[in-house]
Structures are given as C-alpha cells and as structure tokens.
C-alpha cells in the first residue's frame, strides 16, 4: 500500500471518529497531492508524497512563528496538532550529529576544503538528506565544517 492509499484510510478513519484536527490536515494533504499529481498527469511517487508532507511541515513552522508574533495561542496550538499529525508519516528526522557525519563523508567524497565548495558538498550531500533534515539546518553544518 502506498503512502497516498495509508492517508486516505487515516482520513476516513478521522472522519469515523470525528477528530476534526486529522481529518483537516489529512484532507489538506491529500489535496496537495493531488494537485501534484494533477501537474505530473498520474500518481506521483511515495518520495514526491514525502517532499510534500515535509514542505507542510515546514509551512506549519513558520506560520507557528508568526501566530506567537501575533499573540494567537489558539491558531499556533492548531497547527502544532497538525504538525504531530503530518510528521506521523515522515520518516525520523536526522540529528544535527548525523547530519555533520554524513556533511564529512560528503565534503571528502566532493574533495571539499574551504567554504567557496559549498555548492558541490550540498550537491553531494542534499539527496542523502533529503525529507530527513532541514535544508538551512544542514547548509549551516557544511558552512560550520568548512570554515573550521
């Protein structure tokens, strides 16, 4: 069963149960997907559904930072459910030590030595990453790693 097929089922189960927080997550999921799918005329990959789910994520984030900007409590603890919601189907985060671990293995394989090879460690780097880290996390460890 695919990723797109476990939130349909998730979503119906929500729908059973009346949780309103995952049924609206999973349906504003799922229509994301859609949408992509709809731009790639057929289904789309579980990795593109992965890239999906983790740029709602990271949307969720920014907007939890402005909701506390603006003194809405309420509005930042609904996104914050949504987020434990989307992240239940993402795969485990890497650490920031797992992320300089495979950022050295990366900068040797590249032959890397100042900060001006960045772009050819992050090209290195980005697809073992990817869905795992958080872009500006890991290009802040390879500009770590370079410059000292």
Do not use: C, H, W
Not at 2 to 15: H, T, Y
Not at 104 to 110: L, N, P, V
Request: aromatic share 2%; glycine share 6%.
């Amino acid at each position: 069963m695919g990723l797109s097929d476990r939130l349909r089922q998730d979503m119906q189960k929500a729908a059973k149960e009346k949780n309103s927080l995952a049924l609206s997550a999973l349906r504003m999921a799922l229509a994301e997907i859609k949408n992509k799918e709809i731009e790639a005329r057929g289904p789309i990959p579980d990795e593109a559904v992965l890239k999906t789910l983790a740029s709602m994520v990271k949307r969720r984030r920014e907007s939890i930072e402005y909701f506390r900007k603006g003194n809405r409590p309420d509005l930042e603890e609904r996104e914050t459910g949504e987020i434990a919601i989307l992240e239940a189907y993402l795969p485990k985060g890497l650490s920031e030590e797992e992320v300089a671990s495979l950022a050295r293995e990366a900068i040797a394989a590249a032959g890397a030595s100042a900060p001006s090879d960045m772009g050819r460690v992050m090209k290195e780097l980005m697809p073992k990453v990817a869905g795992r880290a958080d872009g500006k996390m890991v290009s802040e460890v390879v500009r770590r790693l370079l410059s000292g």
